[in-house]
């Protein structure tokens, strides 16, 4: 407690303040206050050093006075005792004898003011003769100053007290021995006085080399204490002091650093939260959000309603303009969504083209539904991206959602089932609007999604065969290859028709499977019947959608199989648009070729590609629809125009398959027409394998020609 009071004393106290903030504490400053120590002990010393010498030149004046004043006190009482001895005898006699010691001693001046002052004691001499003048005293008077002055100069470096004591008895002859004790005590103080002085300039002269000593010590402690110890410190501190800027520099940046790594952890955070194209809550967030309200709404039995949008036609706009352009209607279609924001809405990104409003609480399905029909609407506007215009719309599926069912941790999945199934039954309207959920929507969803299990199922479990539907050589009836046709070996239901499942497999993406199925069955059986080398079927045909043939992952499985060259064909459905994928299938076109596959067009006419396909494509054969060929019988327009299209093939090297012949008649018309091969019901309905190997074996036995009798094998 006394220190810290001290302390706080110290630092209150202005000199320490003004030291401190002087020195900063810094060793390389410390030579500052050493040269003020320095100087101060200096300035100490040397007014120790000068009080000593004043001290000393005092005491040597004060033994120069004793001195003087013990040789005044002998001569004095010679005078005395000569005026005393003398008092009868005539004056002029003593005049003589000081005159001489006057002669003798009259080359000393300095102790006239001494002298001066015996006047007193001259005074009273001469009124002890009481007889005499006072011209005789006056004269007596000069006679003793002028006599005193030259007695006393000699006695300040000589042994005078012999010297009086022989010539007063040389003058008046007394003896010595009254008066020899008493000059003897006067000799030794006058010894005394000159060994006083003597010990003053010794004393002096020890003060003197003292202060010197003390300041060469001083010199050389800075010299070889002082300076080095301070270049030490110094370099110490100098290296101290820049470990700590550098340390102040490396916590600056490391300040420094943790901003930017909070800054950070806030972006991420922010961005796990949120889409970084549009700037809205991703499926995350949505789902944290979800948990707060189900949480915040329950105790209160309200309802959220949601909007599950997804945009239509939004993969074609990626495809034909870039990522770019889709990006662009991505973030337009969020700044509609987030115009019609209202207070307790919250809008999500959930997935590429599928945004999500929530809005709570809600009462009904009439709250949202009217915002859906404005959002559909904005969405459907025409937009123009790059001087292009982009044909997108938005399907909207609305649902309320009562949340006593939930917990806090939704899955937004399930959250949205409902709403989803109202998106699903908009976009098997063609989209471009919005649905609310119903019951009965709910069921034909049900009644899809249990077919779209069947059908992955099937697939699966190799449920789904290729019937065959043989072809025959227009001109000599002889078959020269098949068709592979889908069909549904249902384990229920029997077998299926295309009719029956094909739009279904369309409409859940399942093309490619069911493509890759075919193929592989096709080569199959083709192997088999080929093991007999008299085997007349040439190739076989498999239909193949537009979108998978311009599927690059179809064009690498196409590639890794080991088939025969001009073993297998395939019929690219023209129902499907070309155009929509030309780019992408016309080098999968040309790739297959190179590959050894022919490229044939089904249903050629009915289609979108037409006669654009014969110049794109350049297939090997085209396909007539059975809608052109069966009413040639009858009709003369219709036999026309199937004449219009073999003839149309003929510069473009295509050979020509009619579908759909019935009748002989057809053959015979269609034979004469220019018509390569023919297909139909009149030589062969569609068959499986097995049945393909009767019909060989029946024309190994010599049925071979149908212009004598028509087989139809079923």
């Known amino acids: 407690m006394y220190c810290r009071y001290g302390l706080y004393i110290m630092k209150n106290f202005s000199l320490v303040r003004v030291m401190v903030r002087a020195l900063k504490l810094n ?12 100087a101060l002990i200096v300035i100490l010393l040397t007014m120790s050093q000068l009080t000593s010498s004043w001290s000393n030149n005092s005491a040597k004046r004060h033994a120069k006075l004793s001195q003087i004043a013990s040789d005044q006190t002998v001569l004095s009482q010679q005078i005395y005792r ?4 003398f008092s009868n005898q005539n004056i002029d006699a003593t005049t003589q004898n000081l005159k001489l010691l006057m002669r003798q001693y009259s080359d000393n001046y300095r102790l006239i003011s001494v002298l001066v002052s015996q006047s007193s004691y001259l005074e009273n001499l001469v009124n002890y003769q009481s007889d005499w003048k006072p011209a005789d005293m006056k004269k007596l008077h000069e006679m003793s100053v002028r006599y005193f002055l030259s007695r006393l100069a000699d006695l300040e470096r000589q042994s005078h007290a012999q010297f009086a004591r022989d010539e007063l008895a040389k003058m008046k002859g007394i003896q010595l021995k009254e008066t020899e004790l008493w000059f003897l005590h006067q000799a030794n103080e006058s010894r005394l006085d000159e060994t006083e002085l003597k010990r003053v300039e010794l004393t002096a ?3 003197f080399w003292s202060y010197v000593a003390t300041i060469i010590l001083l010199i050389l402690e800075a010299i070889f204490i002082f300076w080095p110890g301070h270049v030490i410190s110094s370099r110490y501190y100098t290296r101290s002091k820049r470990q700590q800027e550098r340390m102040w520099e490396l916590m600056r940046n490391l300040r420094k650093r943790n901003q930017e790594i909070l800054k950070a952890y806030d972006r991420i955070g922010h961005d796990a939260l949120h889409d970084s194209l549009t700037g809205l809550a991703n499926r995350r967030y949505l789902k944290e959000e979800l948990g707060r309200r189900v949480e915040l709404h329950r105790p209160k039995n309200e309802k959220i309603g949601v909007c599950h949008i997804d945009l239509d036609k939004f993969k074609r706009v990626n495809d034909a303009q870039g990522h770019k352009a889709g990006d662009s209607v991505l973030q337009y279609v969020s700044k509609i969504l987030m115009r019609y924001k209202e207070q307790g809405d919250f809008v999500a990104r959930i997935g590429g083209d599928e945004f999500v409003i929530v809005s709570s609480p809600v009462t009904c399905l009439s709250e949202i539904s009217s915002k859906a029909h404005d959002i559909c609407n904005q969405i459907g506007r025409k937009l123009v991206i790059d001087g292009r215009a982009v ?14 069912g939930f917990e806090n941790e939704i899955d937004v999945s399930d959250f949205l089932i409902r709403a989803d199934i109202a998106l699903y039954e908009v976009k098997q309207r063609g989209g471009a609007g919005y649905e609310c959920y119903t019951d ?3 069921s034909a969803y049900l009644r899809s999604a249990l077919l779209y299990d069947e059908i992955t199922q099937g697939l699966s479990k190799h449920e789904f065969i290729p019937y065959y539907q043989l072809q025959y050589s227009a001109s000599t009836h002889e078959i020269v ?5 889908v069909r549904w070996r249902h384990p229920e239901r029997g077998v299926l028709p295309p009719s029956e499942f094909l739009e279904a497999i369309q409409e859940f993406g399942l093309e490619q499977r069911l493509d890759e199925l075919m193929i592989k069955e096709a080569i199959c059986d083709l192997s088999q019947w080929h093991l007999d080398r008299s085997c007349p079927i040439a190739s076989v045909a498999v239909n193949l959608s537009a979108k998978t043939i311009a599927n690059p992952n ?60 014969l110049q794109y494509l350049k297939p090997k054969r085209l396909k007539i629809d059975r809608e052109f060929v069966f009413p040639i019988v009858e009709h003369d327009d219709q036999r026309q125009l199937v004449k219009n299209i073999i003839e149309l093939s003929k510069p473009f090297n295509v050979e020509v398959v009619a579908e759909g012949v019935e009748s002989l008649e057809h053959a015979k018309i269609l034979n004469e027409m220019g018509c390569d091969i023919l297909q139909g019901y009149a030589f062969c309905k569609p068959i499986p394998a097995v049945g393909v ?22």
């Open 82 to 85: 000569e005026f005393e001895q």
């Open 693 to 714: 190997t009767a019909v060989l074996n029946k024309n190994k036995n010599g049925i071979s020609r149908f212009d004598k009798q028509l087989i139809n094998v079923g």
């Open 391 to 404: 044909d997108v719309s938005a399907s909207i599926g609305v649902d309320v959602v009562n949340i006593d």
């Open 554 to 613: 179809f064009m690498s499985m196409i590639s890794n199989l080991d088939i025969p060259k001009g073993r297998l064909s395939f019929e690219i459905t023209e129902t499907v648009d070309v155009n929509q994928y030309s780019h992408q299938i016309i080098e999968n076109v040309e790739y297959l070729k190179q590959l050894g596959f022919e490229v044939e067009i089904d249903d050629f006419g009915t289609g979108h590609a037409s006669i654009l396909s």
């Open 440 to 442: 009965e929507i709910k």
């Open 481 to 485: 290859s098949a068709e592979a046709l």
């Open 205 to 207: 002269k020890i003060n």
């Open 27 to 38: 060793p390389r400053n410390l030579w500052i206050g050493y040269v003020v120590g320095f």
